[in-house]
C-alpha cells in the first residue's frame, strides 16, 4: 500500500511535464508557420502591370496661332475734293456699293458759275485772237509797200501770239471750272462696304477737314496682318523649303483663320508678302495672308488668327501623360527586353493635341510606359500590359 501511494504522483507529474513540452513544441510551430505564412506574400509579390506602348516614326502636322489683324484688301477714306454744302447723301452706313456709285453731292451752284466764267472767258479769249489776226493781216500789205514800219507788224504779230495763249489758258481755266463741277458729285472709287457716315445733309464740308466723309472697304478678299518675332522668323526659314523667300512663300501651306470665337473660317488663306524691314519698336516682322470672302463674313476690323502648319516627317509621338518633367528637363520610362524601367531624357519639337513631337531620346521601336510613372524606380521590374499595347500605339499615332 505505502508503494502504490508513492508512485502515483510521480507517474502524474511526468505526464504533466510531458504534456506541457508537447504545448510548447506546437506553439513554436504555430509561431513559425505564422512567420513563414506572413513572408511569403512580400517575397512572392508580382510586377505591377502597367500599360505600355510601342513608339514608331509617323508623319504630322503641327498648328502655331498667330494674333492678326484684319483689313480689307482696299480701304479708302472718302474726302471731299472741293469745299461746299452736302446737298445729299444717297447711301446708308453699311452699305454695300458698287465702283463708280454716287455716294454725296456737293451744292453745284458756285462750282457751275465759275465754269460759266471760265467760259466766257474762253470766248473773250477767242474773240481776242480774231482781232489780233485781223491786225497782222492789215499791216502785212503795209510793210511789204513800206508805208509802214516792220515794228508795227512785229508788234502785231507778238500781240497775236498773245491772244492764243490767253486761249490756251481760258480752255485750261474750263477744265478746271468743268472737274470742280465733277468733284461735288463724291462717287465710289471701287466696291465695298460704307463705313460711319459722320457728316449729315447741309453739313459744310472741305477738302481740309480732319474727319473723312466715310471710309469704304473692299472685302471680297481680305488681308490678315500677323507678326513673327526674330527667332520664329528664323525658325521659318528653317522650316519652310524654297531657295529665297519669295520661293519658300510659293511653296508654303494654305493659312487658316480662327475667329474671335475661337471657330474657323471655313476658307483657308494663302501667306502672300512678308515685310522688308523688322519693327525697330516690337522687334517683329509683319507677314500678310489673304483671304476670299465672297459671302462678306469678314470686315475691316475684325481680328483672329492666323493659323501656320509645318509638317513633321518621321517624328516619334508620345502623349504628354507619358513624361515627368524635373530640373527642366521632361522625361519618360523606356522599358527593355527585360522588362525594367530605365528613365530616359527626351527633346521636344513640338506639340500636336496632347502628344509630344520627339527631336531626340527616342528611336522607332522602343517601348515606353503610359501610366503610373509617380511609383516607378529606376531599374524596376513591371509587367507590360499587352492588351493596352495597342490602344497606346493608335493614341500616339494620332
Not at 502515483?8 to 513554436?28: C, D, Q, R, Y
Not at 446737298?87 to 452706313?93: G, L, P, T
Not at 460759266?116 to 482781232?131: G, P, R
Not at 509797200?145 to 480752255?171: H, P
Amino acid at each position: 500500500m505505502k508503494h502504490m501511494y508513492t508512485s502515483a504522483p510521480i507517474f502524474n507529474g511526468v505526464k504533466l511535464f510531458n504534456e506541457w513540452i508537447i504545448l510548447l513544441i506546437l506553439t513554436v510551430v504555430l509561431f513559425l508557420a505564422s512567420c513563414v505564412s506572413k513572408s511569403e506574400p512580400m517575397a512572392l509579390a508580382p510586377p505591377p502591370v502597367l500599360p505600355v506602348a510601342t513608339v514608331a516614326n509617323t508623319n504630322q502636322d503641327t498648328f502655331i496661332d498667330y494674333p492678326a489683324a484684319i483689313q480689307g484688301t482696299t480701304d479708302v477714306e472718302i474726302r471731299p475734293q472741293v469745299g461746299g454744302n452736302i446737298d445729299k447723301i444717297y447711301v446708308n452706313e453699311g452699305q454695300l456699293v458698287s465702283k463708280g456709285q454716287l455716294l454725296f453731292q456737293i451744292s453745284e451752284l458756285p462750282f457751275k458759275a465759275q465754269l460759266n466764267n471760265a467760259t466766257a472767258s474762253l470766248q473773250a479769249a477767242k474773240a481776242a485772237v480774231l482781232n489780233a489776226q485781223l491786225e497782222v493781216d492789215k499791216l502785212t500789205p503795209l510793210v511789204q509797200g513800206k508805208v509802214v514800219s516792220d515794228f508795227q507788224l512785229k508788234t502785231a504779230k507778238t500781240a497775236y501770239q498773245i491772244a492764243l495763249a490767253n486761249v490756251e489758258q481760258a480752255k485750261a481755266n474750263v477744265n478746271t471750272a468743268q472737274i470742280n463741277l465733277g468733284y461735288t458729285k463724291i462717287k465710289a472709287p471701287n466696291s465695298g462696304y460704307i463705313g460711319r457716315l459722320p457728316k449729315k445733309q447741309g453739313s459744310l464740308v472741305s477738302p481740309n477737314d480732319v474727319e473723312a466723309l466715310t471710309q469704304l472697304s473692299d472685302v471680297n478678299e481680305v488681308y490678315a496682318y500677323f507678326s513673327l518675332a526674330e527667332t520664329d522668323f528664323i525658325k521659318f526659314n528653317e522650316n519652310y523649303e524654297g531657295k529665297s523667300l519669295a520661293d519658300r512663300l510659293r511653296h508654303l501651306p494654305a493659312v487658316s483663320l480662327v475667329l474671335a470665337d475661337q471657330s474657323v473660317y471655313p476658307v483657308k488663306g494663302k501667306v502672300d508678302m512678308v515685310n522688308g524691314q523688322f519693327d525697330k519698336t516690337t522687334g517683329a516682322i509683319t507677314l500678310r495672308a489673304v483671304f476670299a470672302n465672297a459671302k462678306g463674313l469678314l470686315r475691316s476690323g475684325n481680328t483672329g488668327k492666323v493659323r501656320m502648319g509645318l509638317a513633321h516627317q518621321q517624328t516619334i509621338l508620345v502623349p504628354q501623360s507619358a513624361t515627368v518633367e524635373m530640373q527642366d528637363k521632361i522625361f519618360v520610362y523606356a522599358v527593355d527586353k527585360d522588362n525594367k524601367v530605365s528613365k530616359v531624357a527626351i527633346t521636344i519639337d513640338g506639340k500636336s493635341g496632347t502628344n509630344y513631337l520627339i527631336k531626340a531620346g527616342l528611336k522607332s521601336g522602343d517601348q515606353i510606359v503610359l501610366s503610373g510613372l509617380d511609383k516607378l524606380q529606376e531599374g524596376q521590374l513591371i509587367q507590360p500590359d499587352k492588351q493596352t499595347e495597342k490602344v497606346a500605339q493608335l493614341i500616339s499615332k494620332k
